[in-house]
């Protein structure tokens, strides 16, 4: 598990973009991601790393089709076509607004773990803050069963307001029971939303 104060400069260039084959320009980013089935092969992946000045570069697989193994990216992070900005927003850790924190050091070190990834989320409103993280951590475990021998996990934990670290710590501590790895590499981080009354929780593992 890692978690740490988050006092960092919040940079102009965000950590996470999304590219797509018809953008004139390319914006800079410290993540290069880009839907793995936009037609997309090693000389145009080539460009959009020079282009856009990435660190490296992620894909992200939102159908059945499995994705050349690149040396070029750093890996492919499965999930539905709906949940690509959700999937941005996780990876772009620049954003991160509260205590608990990581970087991008941190999610290139996440990468180490695998190449294929999963991601998966949970959400919940209700009026009382025990109930709501309560039920989305549930629901978030649920979805964590077919990850219990996964290497790496990432999760990022969304609020209207700065999260307490007891309720951290319950949701840590829960999501860590579940699993079956104790050597996994845990990652952590924290961020306000504008919606009142709902928690959510968002994350990645790899896949075994």
């Known amino acids: 598990m890692k978690y740490q104060i988050d006092d960092s400069y919040i940079d102009d260039i965000p950590s ?27 000389q145009t992946l080539l ?13 992200l697989q939102t159908d059945n089709i ?9 890996g492919v992070i499965r999930c539905q076509p709906d949940e690509v900005n959700d999937v941005i927003k996780l990876l772009n850790v620049n954003s991160v607004s509260t205590i608990i924190g990581i970087d991008v050091v941190d999610i290139k070190s996440m990468f180490e773990c695998g190449n ?12 009382s803050e025990s109930d709501l993280i309560k039920v989305t ?6 979805q964590l069963a077919k990850a219990h021998d ?5 999760v990022g934990m969304e609020s209207v307001q700065s999260l307490q670290l007891d309720a951290f710590a ?14 996994a ?16 929780l968002k994350a990645m593992y790899a896949e075994s």
């Open 66 to 74: 499995d994705f050349e193994r690149l040396d070029i990216i750093e």
């Open 116 to 127: 294929l990834f999963q991601f998966i989320q949970a959400s919940a409103t209700s009026e």
């Open 16 to 42: 996470a973009v999304m590219y797509r084959r018809t953008m004139e320009h390319c914006p800079k980013s410290t993540i290069g991601c880009f839907i793995t089935s936009d037609d997309w092969n090693e």
């Open 47 to 59: 460009e959009l790393k020079e282009g856009s000045e990435a660190w490296f570069l992620v894909g």
């Open 150 to 154: 996964t290497k790496g996990l990432f």
């Open 170 to 183: 319950y949701i840590s501590e829960a999501i860590e029971e579940s699993l079956s790895n104790s050597d």
């Open 137 to 142: 951590t549930n629901s978030l475990i649920s």
């Open 185 to 200: 590499s845990i990652y952590y981080s924290s961020s306000m939303n504008d919606e009142l009354n709902t928690f959510r």
